[in-house]
């Protein structure tokens, strides 16, 4: 048999393969890569239900519908008294005239809006100091229509905080979180009656915690957010995003006195603290060392040689109070209150006023570089004018 024929076939037909695998491979080289091209993407997850495309990924409509029915309107009434300037009022008339002429006062009815929250179902409702303040008349418009007056339990004119009572069954009650932990960029809503218009949301961020020093109150330690906060909205509600109370609403930094994003909130556990005390006692109790303190500047720290700015420097010291009782003298540099250390003002009124009056206080201060420690016990902080219905 003759091979020769059948090798020759063999051969040719090898060769023709390898070419066209050839030309196949130069007109399409992806199929010399081994296995298949992998496309890598992040893809959202799918939206929730009652969730549309156009509402976002995130609805806070839960929290509202959780926190507005406690989320109350406050209007107020007050008479004042006003002689009102004439021609009789003016020196030269009543040189010669005297007071005979005077015309009596007349009176003139003030009206003024603001915010609250429904904080236990007896019917307290946590708001603001100056919402109330001298007021005569006091109205409660809750979110569902009712209305009724109200009466001041107590206020803390220190803290911009007061407690009001309606007597009404049924009311919704506001769920009180908690601002330990809060955290700069956290998602806030703020709720209240901004201009008169009617409760209003409005969206927002924590801006910054622990504000202080901004002259508003005497004990200021504010949560800052962007959230818009009108006139009107004071008293009202910041809430997370969960609808817990974190905060009651207080002022604006306004150059036009409307929002410019710089709002200011007391938070929940100053006010619950505050509430609670004046609702069981009547006022609130804050400790007291009759002195007045002052920061420690760059150019103070150098002028008592002082190694750093930590520490408060005493101003004055009042004649008879527990202070100058215990040695405490003008010109000191406290550097902590009951060993904890004190940083500035704020630091120290805070340790002070969370002290039992009544307790003995140990304060550590630098007199002319020289370390001591003197034992104070701490006074009842006079009380500032207030309200109470107690």
Do not use: C
Not at 174 to 190: P, Q, R, T, Y
């Amino acid at each position: 048999m003759n091979l020769r024929p059948l090798s020759a076939f063999v051969f040719q037909a090898i060769s023709v393969g390898l070419a066209v695998a050839f030309l196949v491979v130069v007109w399409n080289p992806e199929l010399l890569r081994t296995g298949r091209p992998v496309v890598s993407v992040v893809e959202s997850p799918p939206l929730q239900a009652g969730v549309t495309p156009q509402s976002g990924p995130v609805s806070y409509a839960a929290a509202v519908e959780r926190a507005a029915p406690a989320v109350v309107n406050i209007y107020t009434k007050k008479l004042v008294s006003s002689n009102g300037y004439t021609f009789l009022d003016d020196p030269v008339f009543r040189h010669f005239f005297g007071d005979q002429f005077q015309p009596p006062p007349r009176q003139r009815l003030e009206t003024s809006l603001g915010s609250g929250v429904i904080v236990s179902e007896g019917g307290y409702i946590l708001t603001n100091n100056h919402v109330v303040a001298e007021a005569d008349e006091i109205e409660v418009a809750l979110a569902d229509g009712r209305t009724a007056a109200a009466k001041v339990i107590g206020t803390d004119p220190e803290a911009d905080i007061a407690v009001l009572k309606v007597e009404l069954a049924g009311l919704p009650v506001i769920i009180l979180g908690s601002a330990e932990g809060l955290k700069v960029g956290d998602v806030v809503l703020a709720i209240g009656n901004p201009f008169g218009v009617g409760q209003t949301v409005t969206l927002g961020i924590v801006s910054a915690t622990g504000r202080n020093q901004l002259g508003i109150n005497t004990f200021e330690n504010f949560i800052q957010t962007d959230a818009a906060i009108n006139p009107g909205n004071s008293g009202g509600a910041l809430i997370t995003a969960r609808g817990d109370l974190l905060g009651i609403n207080t002022a604006i930094f306004s150059r036009t006195g409307g929002s410019q994003g710089i709002g200011f909130a007391i938070p929940v556990n100053l006010a619950k603290d505050v509430m609670t005390q004046i609702i069981e006692t009547g006022h609130v109790v804050r400790g007291w060392l009759g002195i007045e303190v002052q920061e420690v500047s760059h150019d103070l720290a150098e002028s008592f040689d002082l190694p750093n700015r930590d520490g408060v420097i005493v101003a004055g010291v009042l004649r008879g109070g527990p202070a100058a009782e215990a040695g405490l003298q003008p010109g000191d540099v406290i550097t902590s209150i009951g060993d904890q250390p004190v940083h500035d003002v704020r630091s120290a009124l805070d340790l002070i006023s969370r002290t039992q009056p009544g307790s003995i206080l140990a304060v550590t201060a630098l007199r002319s570089g020289s370390p001591i420690r003197l034992g104070v016990k701490v006074a009842e902080r006079p009380m500032q004018e207030a309200r109470s219905g107690r």
